[in-house]
């Protein structure tokens, strides 16, 4: 099989990876990767058992009962089925975000899902979002981009974004919570989300959606061509 062509794009929560990404990915005809989605999907799939994601046992027994699919549709979303059932739409509340930032420090959740990001990116070439692509799933990818903003912004466009849809939105929970968020996402033992040294960090603290796509081009043609 012939070498696959692998983009990581590592950053803290509501940095706009997952726009950023899929807008790469479609343009370049690669498969995204959105792995938040698959500790998602995991967290969600303990919730329902009643296991709590700190709950190490817990989460250890029942791991072997779960299957994760990925799937695209027509559109390229990417969309997880969970035992044989699409939960994309389900995983994708603050209660699960929080639950999944707790279960993906559970070493045997980490080690479970490696594989299955690493077998993705050896059949594709992928545009792979997360907080350790860089550094421990894809630690040979052909270009590696932190994407970062403050706190503060990355709050506010959740409040926004929020808010156009008509819900309700709490700017200072919001901060409190990505705030907690980053601190469990970089402070956990196993693959804790840090830049790596051979990765371009972009901080989009003021920059458009459109000057990050473009930053992110040039990055890439740079570095592939
Ligand atoms: O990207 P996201 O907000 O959907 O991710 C949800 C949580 O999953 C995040 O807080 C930490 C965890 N995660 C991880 O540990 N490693 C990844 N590669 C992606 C996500």
Do not use: W
Request: hydrophobic fraction near 40%; aromatic fraction near 4%.
């Amino acid at each position: 099989m012939a070498k696959t062509v692998a983009i990581a794009i590592d950053g803290p929560a509501g940095a706009g990876k997952s726009t950023i990404a899929r807008r790469i990915a479609k343009e370049m005809g690669y498969y995204y990767v959105d792995t938040g989605a698959i500790y998602r999907t995991v967290a969600y799939f303990m919730d329902l058992l009643g296991v709590s994601p700190k709950d190490t046992d817990g989460v250890e027994r029942y791991i072997d009962e779960l299957t994760v699919q990925i799937e695209y549709d027509e559109d390229g979303l990417q969309h997880m089925i969970m035992n044989g059932m699409d939960v994309t739409g389900d995983i994708r509340t603050q209660d699960i975000s929080q639950k999944a930032s707790l279960i993906s420090a559970q070493p045997v959740v980490r080690e479970v899902l490696l594989d299955m990001q690493r077998e993705v990116a050896r059949q594709h070439n992928v545009v792979m979002d997360g907080r350790d692509i860089g550094t421990v799933v894809l630690p040979d990818a052909n270009v590696k981009i932190f994407l970062t903003a403050s706190a503060e912004v990355r709050a506010k466009r959740r409040t926004d974004e929020l808010l156009a849809k008509g819900q309700k939105a709490d700017f200072s929970r919001i901060l409190q919570e990505i705030e907690q968020r980053d601190y469990q996402d970089t402070h956990r033992a196993i693959a804790p989300l840090k830049m790596c040294r051979d990765s371009v960090k972009v901080d989009t603290s003021e920059m458009t959606i459109e000057q990050v796509v473009q930053t992110i081009r040039n990055i890439i043609t740079e570095k592939v061509g």
